[in-house]
């Protein structure tokens, strides 16, 4: 069965969870689990535990069993009510595992990460329940069936590769590879390598089953949106799909996902710099000015014409102006 936020503290149904545990010993009672919310949480902790990580069919080389079994038994509004009222520490490779199973459960973290790290300002629960239920439903991308689009978010302030539990058991996508000073494009293994992230969080856009392209971004304390990076694929068909204006179209997704956010948009010259630093020594590209201001022009090109070009703002290092 799968346990709703109705079971939270509801003794019957604790009772019934605990027919499915081999070892009852570990468990406080079904009327002192009860009592409170923390100890009602608590109870619910074990459970999941007992459901998943410490099943005999627990196998660490393959958890897609204990992946099923949590998105198959624990509703994800349940699990992040288990969570808010676990006042002491949640075990972390169990939190992988709902990661795995329910990728917008990251997301809401994520954004809360974003406006306490890189805009130090806390995010309140009403904004914060906004982005995990924007991240929760992700409507049709474009109106067009051919596309879908993914939750993604990475570790590191700097960025870096996708979270692989956002995007769990997804094809990966064409990367390039320097053999013998030559660029060879080769298949990723996974989709978490097909793209380096730019800024915390973002979306990912398939089209027919591949990786067509992806938005990063930031969010502050209120909300706002901050892109950093509007990036395709090589040999992507989806951007020719949807015409020269592709990135003003994966950008305004993301508007109207969240329309109560403000959304800025990255200074070109701030994002050709980070290309291009990122390449190593002796690399073809490192010194190739006809790229870099193509870069610049690209991201500076965008919106042109619509907005206000002189509403400069910074966030962190980084120069934006407001497009939406």
Known sequence: MCFGVNAFRNPDIMTIALEYVVDESFFAPVEV???SDNSAAMFWEQIMLAYTLEHESFDEDDLSHVVQTMQECFSLEFIIKIIDNEALYIDDQLL???????????????AKNSARWLFEQEMDVD???????????????????????????????SGGH????TIYGLTGGLVEHLVDGVQV???????NESFTMDA??????????KPSFLVSFNVDGVGDIYVKQVQCQHKDRGNFKLGKQWREKAVEYVSYVFPQSQVFLVDGAMVSERIFSGYPKGHPRKTD???????????????????????????GEHQYRQIM
Do not use: W
């Open 33 to 35: 689990a009860c009592e």
């Open 200 to 209: 915390l969080m973002g979306l990912i856009f398939y089209f027919k089953n």
């Open 127 to 157: 904004t914060n329940r906004r982005f995990f239920n924007a991240f929760s439903s992700l409507p049709q991308p474009f109106n067009d069936k051919r596309f879908d689009v993914y939750p993604v978010a990475t570790h590191t302030t």
């Open 289 to 315: 000015l006809a790229i870099r201001k193509r870069v610049k022009q690209v991201y500076d090109g965008m919106f042109a014409g619509t907005v206000d070009m002189m509403n400069v703002v910074m966030a």
């Open 185 to 191: 494009l080769q298949r990723a293994e996974s989709v």
């Open 162 to 165: 996708a979270f692989p539990e």
């Open 96 to 110: 992988d595992i709902i990661g795995l199973a329910h990728s917008s459960f990251l997301m809401r973290d994520m």
